[in-house]
């Protein structure tokens, strides 16, 4: 199904109006047109819950990957219960669909570990970043140009951007599991210590978080975690705190730090390129995809009133980074929701509560280790590489410039380097196979930074 074709037939009722077709009924059925979706406020609840089971994992895993860039990981845990709430609230009051609004992990390892760990490119300059693609983002949304960004990107290099990002996290998730290491010269991959502490604690939360979700268990990912963190006491990994109750940590040390002058250079192309791109098709694919499974697509297989979430998602984009944390936007966790009977926005309201109530565990979320949140980076990395099978590689010109990319991701330890020399290559491959025509002359302009940035800022190191 052609994506450009995703166009709303209405882009407008609010709730209320779907609503009014449905007389009697107590405030809940007319505000979340709970009748007319076939839904109660039972089902919407246990919903909402099952959907923050799925996705509390987030909890954990942002603010560690974040800390690894040197961000204070108290601040940024405060920080990410407040953006899951904030964005979800406005999701589930201004849309009326079951969606979670929170931070992506992708956008997380490219502040914390691409970025700020390994280019050394401050954290704040990371989230100026993403506050510029968010910004895009809205403006698009605004003029409804998704269209035409949809038809600049090559289609199977749109299609594999999750492949490549999803390598890149899962690599990230062996390498804290202990079960892979990189040689300090060479940079190139080999099998860890096995036997090491950390690496047992990693391979038992692997080994639980395949049998949870192999018996498809709501939260598999999270009850692994911790499963994983409380074999760490034992063996010395897993530090319990005196309390696990306590007042959440100030957010100031994360909250209006952004550097967006950084951020509006030729170095950062790629990665506010990275964001955009992330940003836009993973809010298009998630929208349409737990749509379909809550039953909420029309005929033609579109999303009704498709601009809302996108206005939810862009506006969240920009506020995320403001409050220290990047890449806010629907999660693909709202599919454990849908799956269980959420309808309406009213189990995104229920998702919400559920995250506030947590504000008050930070210490617990503090006590777990890297090595305890490495098995969710590898089964979510793993589960995003898999989407290669959706791009068609047959046209070697097709395949050569996703060939690059994916492994210019895993080489340069860069997932905006990655898509850079991805487009560069696709750009060049066309040209030398005599097929310029098939380059979008937007794709063609934007060759030219990019060239410059691998002339100019990626170096041998």
Do not use: C
């Not at 059925?29 to 987030?58: C, H, K, M, Q, W």
């Amino acid at each position: 199904m052609n994506k450009d074709s995703f166009v709303p037939r209405d882009v407008g009722a609010p709730p209320e109006r779907e609503a009014s077709a449905q007389p009697g009924g107590g405030w809940l059925d007319r505000r979340f047109a709970l009748r007319a979706r076939n839904t109660t406020p039972r089902i919407e609840v246990l919903a909402g819950i099952t959907s923050f089971l799925a996705a509390a994992y987030l909890l954990v895993v942002i603010p560690s990957l974040l800390a690894a860039g040197g961000m204070d990981r108290g601040a940024a845990t405060t920080s990410t219960i407040v953006v899951f709430v904030l964005g979800t609230v406005f999701m589930g009051l201004y849309t009326n669909l079951p969606f979670m609004v929170g931070p992506g992990i992708g956008g997380s390892v490219i502040v914390g570990v691409t970025l700020a760990a390994t280019e050394h490119v401050a954290w704040e300059t990371g989230l100026g970043i993403a506050f510029v693609s968010g910004a895009l983002f809205l403006v698009l949304t605004l003029l409804g140009a998704r269209s035409l960004v949809v038809r600049l990107i090559p289609t199977q290099i749109k299609l594999s951007l999750g492949a490549s990002i999803g390598l890149f996290i899962a690599v990230l998730g062996f390498r804290n599991a202990g079960m892979v290491v990189a040689n300090a010269k060479t940079n190139a991959l080999a099998l860890g210590d096995f036997s090491r502490p950390g690496t047992l604690v990693a391979l038992t939360g692997l080994a639980a978080a395949v049998v949870l979700q192999g018996r498809r268990v709501p939260g598999a990912i999270l009850w692994a975690i911790l499963i994983a963190a409380a074999v760490g006491v034992p063996l010395g990994v897993t530090h319990v705190p005196a309390s696990p109750i306590a007042l959440p940590h100030d957010i100031m040390p994360v909250s209006f730090k952004l550097d967006i002058r950084g951020a509006l250079t030729a170095a950062a192309l790629p990665y506010l390129f990275a964001f955009f791109a992330s940003e836009f098709f993973s809010t298009l694919g998630t929208t349409l995809a737990v749509g379909a499974k809550a039953n909420l697509l029309d005929e033609q297989g579109n999303l009704p009133n498709i601009n809302r979430p996108f206005l939810v998602d862009s506006i969240a984009a920009m506020l995320g980074p403001v409050l220290g944390i990047p890449a806010l936007t629907a999660l693909v966790e709202s599919a454990a929701g849908a799956e269980a009977g959420g309808r309406s926005g009213l189990s995104s309201l229920a998702a919400a509560a559920m995250f506030a109530m947590t504000l008050l565990l930070v210490p617990v979320a503090l006590s777990i280790p890297k090595e305890a949140t490495a098995p969710a980076l590898i089964l979510i990395g793993l589960s995003m590489f898999s989407t290669i099978r959706h791009a068609q590689l047959s046209d070697f010109t097709d395949a050569v410039p996703v060939l690059f990319m994916v492994l210019l991701t895993l080489m340069s330890n860069s997932f905006g380097t990655g898509i850079a020399g991805g487009l560069l290559v696709y750009v060049l491959v066309k040209l030398l196979a005599g097929r310029v025509r098939e380059v979008p002359w937007g794709l063609a302009v934007l060759a030219v930074p990019l060239g410059y940035y691998f002339w100019t800022v990626v170096k041998p190191h």
